[in-house]
T-cell receptor, first 115, second 114 residues
Framework: DAGVIQSPRHEVTEMGQEVTLRCKPISGHNSLFWYRQTMMRGLELLIYFNNNVPIDDSGMPEDRFSAKMPNASFSTLKIQPSEPRDSAVYFC?????????????FGEGSRLTVL | AQSVTQPDIHITVSEGASLELRCNYSYGATPYLFWYVQSPGQGLQLLLKYFSGDTLVQGIKGFEAEFKRSQSSFNLRKPSVHWSDAAEYFCAVYSGGGADGLTFGKGTHLIIQP
């Protein structure tokens, strides 16, 4: 079975550029989560969607960050303009909310480096 | 709100030795508990989970964890570690109610000595 698929796996960009990270959740999962992982702050929940609707975006650090989920099989996390402090690994995760157990299935992450 | 504490940031164990990673949680009721493993350059993978019932749960890769309500702990154990077990281990607690009910610990970095 295909797991959560993220792209790109690695992204190196210059400060001020727009960055778009992509995620395809596991088929049948209706909840999707975006996390950011850094050495200093660990895993941080940025935003999560339920049935394609953003439920809680309180973790989004600032207006430079935006996320969309136009359909059940695709989500994007966009940073515009990017800054060096955005360098991190960004994880997408999905789950079937009907079971409501808190168990998440993670993608392999997108490592972002902003120079 | 719930919280998770993993008191050990780093642990070094010799290959073949036993392992115990500590996890303490704070929550008023019995939560759902998880251990995830993150190998270098990879995402988090579920090792095992506790929802209810037998307090000793078995997971993948030979790991087990024991839920102790009286100590608010959910420690991860393995009788004999392999070099491939070197990774970051995260304990997590879920109290229900959506994504804000899921809390991860800061992680424990496991180093395996030959």
């Amino acid at each position: 079975d295909a797991g959560v698929i993220q792209s790109p796996r690695h992204e190196v960009t210059e400060m001020g550029q727009e960055v778009t990270l992509r995620c395809k959740p596991i088929s049948g999962h209706n909840s999707l989560f975006w996390y950011r992982q850094t050495m200093m702050r660990g895993l941080e929940l940025l935003i999560y969607f339920n049935n394609n609707v953003p439920i809680d975006d309180s973790g989004m650090p600032e207006d430079r960050f935006s996320a969309k989920m136009p359909n059940a099989s695709f989500s994007t996390l966009k940073i515009q303009p990017s800054e060096p402090r955005d360098s991190a690994v960004y994880f997408c995760a999905s789950t079937a909310s009907a079971t409501n157990t808190g168990e998440l299935f993670f993608g392999e992450g997108s490592r972002l480096t902003v120079l | 709100a719930q919280s998770v504490t993993q008191p050990d940031i780093h642990i070094t164990v010799s290959e073949g030795a036993s392992l115990e990673l500590r996890c303490n949680y704070s929550y008023g009721a019995t939560p759902y508990l998880f251990w995830y493993v993150q190998s270098p350059g990879q995402g988090l993978q579920l090792l095992l989970k506790y929802f209810s019932g037998d307090t000793l749960v078995q997971g993948i890769k030979g790991f087990e964890a024991e839920f102790k309500r009286s100590q608010s702990s959910f420690n991860l154990r393995k009788p004999s570690v392999h070099w491939s077990d070197a990774a970051e281990y995260f304990c997590a607690v879920y109290s229900g109610g959506g994504a804000d009910g899921l809390t991860f610990g800061k992680g424990t970095h496991l180093i395996i000595q030959p």
